[in-house]
């Protein structure tokens, strides 16, 4: 039986999250959660993913995130691929590494938002992998990266901060934020309020959408085609900025045959730092 086709959405906060195959213990393993880690720096990155939240647990991941280019599928494809390589090539192993397919739910707008990034964060606690206090220093989630800002990277815990939880990019905020996570642990320790409550609240949510006017809707499946020509889009920025920091232009491309060094210097940005297939790029 083929897959069904995944909704790909370009407005709309995302809880994405997946397990170990087995439920096996794949990011307890020697340096894989920090392979995990960078990889997913280097995604949102590529794939101009807005990540705002993550907890990396020691056999499943949580992600809340935002796709403005409708690229999920096709970000979290090399996500996954290239992690389950590099684990299995590090330990000469073979055969699956993640447990099926990857879960993916819209979130609910406005405060709901932040409800999900609270329940992620504090996944470590609630696995008494640390403590309340232990969490600001607990390397894989997104609160160590909300304390200290000099270590987000691609990881946008400051505009979730501001854009769902109402508290400033400020320590005065981030302490702020601490106490909420403190409240919310203290009234639901186990998540399971949460899980039947927000459950609800996205199905009245996805309930009232199907009859609100089309601007307040989220966007519906794209086609192959339009996803596509949405992320050529990208790509040609990506490779006019970079033409125009080696002080070339689409003339020098034309008059300019074979493999320039300047070209191949090029072609190796897009190809790491965007999701430019090799025959675009050539």
């Not at 340096?31 to 907890?55: H, I, M, P, Q, S």
Request: aromatic share 10%; with cysteine; net charge positive.
């Amino acid at each position: 039986m083929s897959r069904s086709t995944r909704k790909e959405y370009s407005n709309q906060p995302q809880h994405v999250f997946g397990r170990g195959n087995f439920q096996a213990p794949i990011f307890q393993q020697e340096g894989a959660a920090e392979v995990f880690l960078k990889l997913l720096n280097e995604c949102a990155a590529r794939y101009v993913w807005v990540v705002y939240a993550f907890a990396i647990m020691p056999n499943h991941y949580h992600l809340v995130m935002m796709t403005p280019q409708a690229n999920r599928t096709r970000g979290m494809q090399w996500l996954l691929s290239t992690f389950a390589s590099r684990f299995n090539n590090y330990r000469r192993l073979h055969g699956h590494v993640f447990q099926g397919r990857y879960k993916s739910k819209v979130a609910p707008s406005g405060v709901d938002v932040s409800r999900v990034i609270n329940y992620v964060q504090l996944n470590p606690v609630r696995a008494k992998l640390c403590t309340l206090e232990e969490l600001i220093y607990f390397p894989w989630t997104s609160v160590t990266l909300l304390m200290h800002p000099e270590q987000r990277k691609e990881i946008k815990a400051g505009e979730a901060l501001v854009e769902f939880g109402g508290f400033d990019d400020t320590p005065a905020g981030r302490y702020a934020h601490l106490q909420r996570l403190r409240h919310v642990h203290a009234n639901d320790p186990d998540g399971s309020y949460f899980r039947s409550d927000w459950n609800a609240a996205e199905k009245a949510e996805l309930e009232i959408l199907k009859h609100a006017p089309r601007a307040l809707q989220p966007e519906p499946s794209l086609s192959r085609e339009e996803y596509r020509q949405r992320e050529i889009v990208g790509w040609n920025n990506a490779a006019s900025l970079l033409l125009e920091r080696a002080g070339k232009n689409d003339v020098d491309v034309s008059s300019e045959m074979g493999g320039k060094p300047w070209k191949v210097a090029i072609a190796i940005e897009l190809r790491c730092k965007t999701s430019a297939t090799l025959p675009w790029i050539a």
